[in-house]
């Protein structure tokens, strides 16, 4: 008797909270695809966010605060942002695999273009990469949702510049960057939900 009245005070809970106002979160990585072709990563992430196009891009040009949307990100510091829309970002990336536990330092220079793309380039000299860009596509996607629904197709390619091991594969670091980029994904949503612009 006692074990069916938890039960049932259990799903009287879960029907309360499901019916409670809070964020409802749609984020969605749609696809992840990792290429390695002998110390040359690529990787592929299409995602959607159910978030207003402009919001998203304010969310993920300040610079500052990215470890607040990454959870990996340690440190984000503006560097320099002259006039030419060129900003420089020095970051530190903590990420583990299998039982390695990496630090890595990447300062990159972010160009915002037209047509929402978003490109970064590595400056090897300065960081943990012999080389490296990201590419962010980021659109309005046609929806028959009442709220706007933005898309982001981000294609990443890096050259470590430490030592990758052998046992340390593609199946592993496709899991972390699914991890980051899922975890990314909903927090840029939820922080675009919470904090609209104005």
């Known amino acids: 008797m006692k074990g069916s009245l938890n039960k049932l005070f259990s799903k009287i809970i879960s029907i309360i909270l499901v019916l409670l106002p809070g964020i409802s979160l749609s984020a969605d990585v749609k696809t992840i695809e990792i290429q390695k072709e002998k ?4 990787i592929h992430i299409n ?4 978030a207003d196009l402009d919001n998203v891009i304010r969310i993920i040009t300040d610079y500052e605060n990215l470890p607040l949307i990454n959870p990996y990100l340690k440190e984000s510091k503006l560097l320099d942002n002259p006039e030419d829309e060129r900003s420089t970002v020095n970051m530190l990336t903590e990420i583990c695999v299998l039982y390695l536990c990496y630090n890595i330092r990447h ?14 380039r590595i400056i090897p000299g300065k960081s943990d990469f012999q080389a490296g860009w990201m590419r962010w596509e980021i659109k309005e996607m046609d929806s028959y949702k009442i709220h706007p629904v933005t898309r982001i197709i981000l ?13 340390i594969g593609p199946y592993q670091i496709k899991k972390i960057m699914l991890g ?14 919470t904090n609209p612009p104005g």
């Open 39 to 42: 110390n040359l990563y690529h």
């Open 155 to 167: 294609d990443i390619e890096m050259v470590p510049d430490f030592f990758v091991p052998p046992v």
């Open 180 to 193: 980051m980029a899922r975890a990314t994904i909903i927090n840029l949503e939820k922080k675009a939900k």
């Open 47 to 50: 995602a959607t966010v159910d």
């Open 107 to 120: 300062i990159q220079i972010f160009h915002t273009m037209e047509n929402g793309i978003l490109f970064s």
